[in-house]
């Protein structure tokens, strides 16, 4: 990629260098840690829902063990292995804008919306079986062999809560793909210039982050039954 | 930049400021094999009565995970010291939301949570 500095894109692309800035590290750095604050904004989001989470689990153990034992545990890991996977894309992906190689970066971009459609639909599968075993909060819900189960609402509300929200950031998340995966084919993105494809990594694996933690605390509270017997 | 000044300053910028950090690829490939073998050994360990450190080895691989991904995929590591600082700012922001209102809730077993 040196033999190109002579016709290097960044003059000739004008979203290349703007002019307020000294160069394009300057330009990079600022855009890197703007989207940072952005993310810092979403980890108090999601960080609500977590102390709610940890706060109402704390008053209601058991409820919250019993109504874990309702997820499917395999379902819940094998999930996780495909969103990791689609940040693995998405990190080769980044990888290969940076190196300028733009048949691969479509290529991994298209994959990291693959892999996040199959995420998706494992998800949804798993809220139609909620829907239909009647766990979903409200006057039709049933937990049935439940410990406390007027209280496993509780936990219902914030697991539907949570992946919800986690499940709607996929969904923006997948939106954005398909305009950068259009852009990415155009040749939009050169190693001087990619930072969209930058940054939208970096949302992409905050929301991994926030299944890695959601997948425990879910999934996995009481798995061998202890507080239940 | 005027293109006036000619190849030599463009050259000489591009040198200067244009370095993508390039991480080898085996790099990723090496931190999803690991995040996935935690993925398992977390789910396996769930199964396994630990008492009440079930949550405490859980919440530790999900703190390890997130780490590896927030400096590895995130390049974090490679990043200037203000984005780190911001990053750390950031979780040692969530970790005061969580830890204080939870030290209330540890310790006071009189205060109730809004519903109780």
Known sequence: MDTNVADAPE??????LQHHFENAEQQRDASTIGMWSFLLTEIMFFGGLFLAYFAYRQAYPLAFASASLKTDLWLGAANTTVL???SLTMALA???AAIGKRQLLVLFLILTLILGGVFLGVKAYEYHDKWVHHEIPGPHFECEGCVDAQHTQL????YFGMTGLHASHMIIGAGILLVLIWQAYKGKFTPDWYTPIENFGLYWHFVD???IFLFPLLYLIDRSGRGLT | MASAHGANQHGANHA?????H???????FFIFATLIALT???ALVSRIDLGRWNIFVALAIAILKASLVILFFMHVKYSTRLTKFIVVCGFFWLSLLLFITMADLWTRSWMGVPGR
């Not at chain 1, 003059?11 to 290349?16: G, H, L, R, V, Y």
């Not at chain 1, 936990?155 to 914030?158: D, G």
């Not at chain 2, 200067?16 to 993508?20: D, G, I, K, V």
């Not at chain 2, 390039?22 to 990723?28: D, G, L």
């Open chain 2, 40 to 42: 398992w050994v977390t």
């Open chain 1, 84 to 86: 990791i996977g689609s």
């Open chain 1, 155 to 158: 936990f219902f509300s914030l």
């Open chain 1, 94 to 96: 980044v990888h290969f």
């Open chain 2, 16 to 20: 200067a400021h244009s370095e993508n």
């Open chain 1, 11 to 16: 003059i000739a692309n004008p979203s290349a």
């Open chain 2, 22 to 28: 390039i991480v080898p690829k085996r790099v990723y």
């Open chain 1, 209 to 211: 982050i926030v299944w």
